[in-house]
């Protein structure tokens, strides 16, 4: 006899609000299972075993273990096709022999949220920040309307506190708390007011940000432009090394930068490249690395100044400094202190398809870059040298002074891992 699991999209949680086909489901199945609040949900019709399991692991164990049952109910908050664990279960169902698999999707908190606040959804972003990382500072930058799951650490005060310390704090946020029980609740204010409230851990959010809306630039104020090449001029220097405009530009059209990319700027000085870089890269991370004192502080600065709150300062040493850091897609190294070939190679062990880019301006360095982006693991090396000449007034007069020529190396990896 084939047995059957059908995984049930509960909604928000309250039985009302279940599709007909869910209740028959829930109704026919002798074996229900699901999170504990979804099961105390349930009202008499529901006559099958109960058993609270959430994990996926957990509920194909169950279900392996259990020779009883014939037709499983799985109840799922929510839809089953937007932040759901419905696919990975699909998937691990698999392993049930002689086993029919079936889904009904149920009311999205998303869905039943825009009801409540009388809205339409289609344009909203949406995010999960349930117990997981989210970059909701660059997600709100980006998106007029970001509608937000929220939950674990991620709780709605921590977040617009976040939005606020980012420079946000004026986004217009709602909150549905508890959403399609008795008690539902709905609070709507400024982020930096509502992130020193308290609200339900079950709780949803919508980030509105009127910047965005208008089609004000998502990067920063101070550089507006979708261009590359910030003028030296807007950022903080002190006494530390900066790449100057010129190269910069060259060097980032060819280090081809998406939004949603993890990229390291090895040995950041001011962080002129890292600040680039985070207005190319808007919802991905930059990682600064920087062993001087005075350039993380400057790496800093100007990240405030800019508004980005995706460029993260990290002080040490590459490629010790990589060490904790997520694999990244692209990389810039800038200053490489005589380890140039051992940052290539710790950068190409956490991804071996990383892009790489390389400037020098010596001649030993040169030669150094040129020998290791050829090297094993490694394709596709160019390279090129930035001549710049900047006019500058001589009495009534104009005349071109040369700056120091820079080269701009660059290659990726091959995806396999080199072994010499």
Request: with cysteine; charged share 20%; glycine share 10%.
């Amino acid at each position: 006899m084939t047995r059957s699991v059908t995984i049930v999209g509960m909604g928000p949680g309250n039985p009302d609000l279940l599709a007909v086909a869910a209740k028959r489901a829930i109704e026919e199945a002798d074996l229900i299972v699901g999170a504990q609040r979804l099961l105390d949900g349930l009202d008499d019709s529901a006559c099958g075993r109960r058993r609270a399991a959430t994990r996926t692991g957990d509920i194909v164990g169950l279900l392996q273990a259990d020779a009883t049952w014939n037709a499983c109910a799985v109840l799922m908050s929510g839809d089953v096709g937007i932040f759901s664990g419905a696919t990975a279960l699909r998937d691990a169902l698999s392993e049930l022999a002689d086993c029919r698999i079936r889904s009904i999707p149920g009311i999205s908190s998303a869905v039943y949220f825009a009801a409540a606040l009388g809205r339409p959804w289609q344009d909203w972003k949406m995010a999960s920040a349930h117990g997981i990382a989210c970059d909701i500072e660059a997600a709100a930058r980006t998106a007029p309307q970001l509608f937000l799951v929220t939950g674990g650490q991620n709780t709605v005060d921590a977040l617009c506190k976040r939005l606020t310390d980012a420079g946000l704090g004026d986004c217009r946020v709602s909150v549905g708390e508890r959403l399609g029980y008795a008690d539902e609740n709905i609070v709507q204010g400024c982020a930096s007011a509502l992130a020193d409230a308290s609200f339900d851990p079950l709780a949803v959010m919508l980030v509105e940000n009127e910047a965005a809306a208008c089609g004000a630039p998502a990067s920063s104020e101070k550089w507006p432009w979708a261009t590359a090449g910030v003028p030296d001029e807007l950022f903080q220097r002190g006494d530390v090394p900066m790449t100057k405009q010129d190269v910069r530009a060259v060097a980032l059209s060819r280090l081809r930068v998406s939004p949603g990319e993890v990229i390291y700027d090895i040995g950041a000085g001011t962080g002129s490249v890292s600040i680039e870089l985070g207005l190319l890269s808007r919802t991905g991370t930059v990682f600064a690395i920087e062993r001087n004192p005075e350039g993380l502080q400057l790496i800093r600065q100007n990240a405030a100044a800019f508004g980005l709150s995706n460029v993260v300062a990290v002080e040490g040493c590459a490629p010790e400094a990589l060490g904790g850091l997520p694999a990244a897609d692209a990389a810039f190294i800038g200053g490489s202190g005589s380890h140039l070939e051992s940052i290539v190679k710790a950068v190409l062990a956490k991804n071996p398809h990383a892009r790489l880019c390389v400037t020098g301006v010596t001649l030993e360095t040169v030669s150094q870059a040129t020998d290791v982006l050829q090297g094993p693991g490694l394709k596709d090396f160019q390279a090129v040298c930035v001549n710049v000449a900047r006019a500058s007034k001589a009495g009534s007069y104009h005349l071109m002074r040369a700056e120091n020529p820079v080269f701009v190396m660059t290659a990726q990896g091959t995806g396999i891992e080199a072994t010499s």
